[in-house]
């Protein structure tokens, strides 16, 4: 269920380089904007930053959003950066609990569009149950930027069971993906491209912390590495985890979720799902003796209803993921080679 | 003492999309930039986020840098953004312990002066004592952004004997500024109108970190608010305070320290040296019975030489801040109303 916001009275409707400025304008723009519909003890103290009390272990992730076109089918660019920086915490064992928010509008932005953004950070921040705490404001010219980039930096608190590193990976751990492959990517490429399917494909971006922390209780230590495969796809994470593990992966191309309809876009497109972003899916190595009760208890979530044992670690071939294609031939997968797609995210 | 860094050898001179795609060209870039510079055991990790303990209380900030040109006399917006999160951290009585570092790229940047960037940023968090320890990494197409934009967000630990908080302010208490007015709003600005003063302005972004701790080691809860008056200014940051604590400020003209070449180009400029932004100074809300010995204290740092008590709290006219001009006639100082110079930070 989503919180509805109207849009409140303000005396201008497009951003001006003043709203940046450090004086009155930015000071009205923000009280009724982003200070009144994140309101919280934190953001109340309206000092340089906010200060608090977290008991340890901690993890601080930061990433920046500049995906184009700001708003796509299933979401936009605010519940984009926050679900975006939830999900880098969830992957270090960690659950969400402050964000800061940096804007870089450009001049000429329409308040609307930049109010539709702050209402989806709410609903996401509201879901993923995270305060936004602190934040900035910058506006550049017109043609410096491009509408709205978003940086958010999150700190989590590190479930007390949970043992993430490569170097816990062994040979024999099952690779399990989250969920159906390469929905976000598909989303934005086909609204750039502007490429009409006759289909529902929207973007997979949600907060995975609730899942991550589910199978953290569940597991603790079982639960080997996590990483969810953005920017790159899936092929260039399992790069990243087999050369920083010094292991090799295996992968089997028929136990790979993926929608039909997503399938049928990428064969459209020309584009390899392996290599297509996804916001909503992650990957977990984990103990190979675990692995069908890790399975069966994702199932019954929402975030983990599609998920499957996709292949396997092996100390052949360190440094290296194959693939095992649909007809049985094996083929070296390897990191995404130039850009498929700027801006995904 | 600044350290001298070679840039490293690379297969390509200028930033493209692909070094933000994800693959291999970024990793390529990162692993021999960004990964080498600033190697720490928690950047090392190369996860999702950093995870670390760290006892309380915390403060954290964020900021975000779009200053143009991103080369100035005295820094460039590598150390601007580090030295910027440090000193809001500061101001929270924050000792800044952990940075992160986002960077949104402008496609065509030539990497030479990206690698400048990086080697003020390692310098500043050098001498700040921060380690960066998460980062990311966009590129957006040429006309998109302005080169280099910088987000860098912070964690710090509060101060044991910190007390700050605009609701210790109460009429009598001192307002301490700890130096120069005006020093880098001036450089940007004429280096941006191309004038060419005779003189030797440049910014005067530095860390104010330990000139804050040598305060609250000394002070304690006697030191009851600080802020640093960036963009908006003097008079920007008095409003903000006063607006805040519900009580009136006095302030003196005469008393303002102000550098001569500043004030002869801030004239020249038809600037008032109220609404300039600074980079290195801070306002200091002290007690009244311990005032001289603060500014004792400042004047043996290098960051507070020239520092001085610029005026008092009231509770007459709360809200409100009145400067007591040369002549002896009094006026309201209010926020900066429009936009004075836009990308200053």
């Given at each position: 269920m989503n919180l509805q916001c109207p849009l409140p009275k303000l005396d201008f409707d497009i951003i001006t380089l003043g709203h940046g400025s450090g004086g009155l304008l930015m000071h009205e723009l923000l009280n009724k904007t982003v200070l009144d519909i994140f309101k919280n003890d934190l953001l109340d103290q309206q000092h340089d930053g906010a200060s608090f009390s977290l008991p340890g272990p901690l993890a601080f992730s930061t990433d920046s959003y500049v995906v184009s076109?700001?708003?796509?089918p299933g979401g936009n660019i605010g519940d984009l950066a926050v679900n975006g920086t939830v999900n880098d915490l969830a992957m270090c064992g960690a659950q969400a609990k402050y964000l800061s928010l940096a804007f870089i509008l450009e001049e000429g932005l329409k308040v609307d569009e930049f109010w539709d953004v702050l209402v989806s950070i709410k609903n996401a921040a509201l879901k993923s149950g995270v305060q936004i705490v602190t934040g900035d404001t910058k506006v550049v010219e017109r043609g410096k930027g491009d509408k709205i980039f978003i940086n958010t930096s999150g700190i989590g608190q590190v479930h007390p069971s949970a043992r993430i590193h490569h170097r816990y990976i062994e040979p024999g751990d099952a690779i399990i993906l989250s969920g159906k492959l390469a929905a976000h990517g598909i989303t934005i490429m086909s609204l750039r491209e502007g490429l009409q399917f006759e289909t529902d494909i929207e973007t997979d971006s949600v907060n995975l912390n609730h899942t991550v922390n589910i199978l953290l209780d569940g597991f603790g230590e079982g639960i080997k590495f996590l990483r969810d495969p953005t920017r790159g796809g899936l092929a260039s994470t399992l790069n990243e985890i087999s050369g920083a593990a010094k292991m090799g992966i295996d992968i089997d191309q028929n136990l790979l979720p993926l929608d039909e309809q997503v399938e049928g876009a990428c064969e459209m497109l020309g584009l390899d799902p392996l290599y297509v972003a996804n916001e909503g899916l992650f990957i977990a190595i984990v103990k190979k003796d675990i692995k069908d009760e890790v399975l069966q208890l994702l199932h019954t979530d929402p975030n983990g209803?599609?998920?499957?044992?996709i292949g396997y670690i092996t100390d052949e071939h360190p440094g290296k993921v194959i693939l095992k294609s649909r007809i049985g031939g094996k083929r070296v997968v390897s990191y995404l080679p130039g850009e498929q797609l700027p801006r995904i995210c």
């Open positions: 076109p700001i708003s796509f209803a599609h998920a499957a044992i």
